[in-house]
């Protein structure tokens, strides 16, 4: 398999379940040291259902990563600038951000936006002032 960074060939350091089901292949570059799977078959199946039912502290992650952004928002950006979330799940930080009174769009091509309805990205050639990314773990 070639390294999807530098284009080397990789060779297959481990195996891992995924989903607790699916064996999936590592594989590593010695080149520039990027681990990668193989190529990925259960990406719709993972994000068909975003949250799962064992994420007691989702609204509480949301909500404090709203705070801190919108601190630094309102610091750093003009009021009526625009801003995307992107990966934005199910829209509950799009949401949040609009709530509180910024002009906050959603992108995320592998989940539903339940919260932010009529507020997607309109079009990808629109430049946003900041895109926000948030992982939860
Ligand atoms: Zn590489």
């Not at 590592?26 to 719709?44: G, R, S, V």
Request: charged content about 25%.
């Amino acid at each position: 398999m070639k390294c999807k960074i530098c284009s080397h060939e990789t060779h297959r350091i481990f195996t891992a379940k995924i989903l607790n089901k699916y064996d999936v292949q590592y594989y590593y570059c010695n080149y520039c040291a990027f681990l990668q799977t193989e190529e990925p078959y259960w990406l719709k199946e993972a994000y068909g259902i975003s949250i799962s039912i064992t994420d007691t502290g989702i609204m509480s992650r949301n909500i404090g990563s709203s705070k801190i952004t919108a601190t630094i928002l309102y610091f750093l950006f003009k009021k009526f600038d625009k801003f995307l979330d992107y990966e934005g799940d199910c829209g509950i930080f799009t949401r949040l951000m609009r709530d509180i009174g910024f002009d906050f769009y959603w992108h995320d091509p592998h989940s539903t936006n339940l919260l932010a309805r009529g507020f997607e990205i309109k079009s990808k050639n629109y430049k946003y002032e900041l895109v926000t990314a948030f992982v939860s773990f």
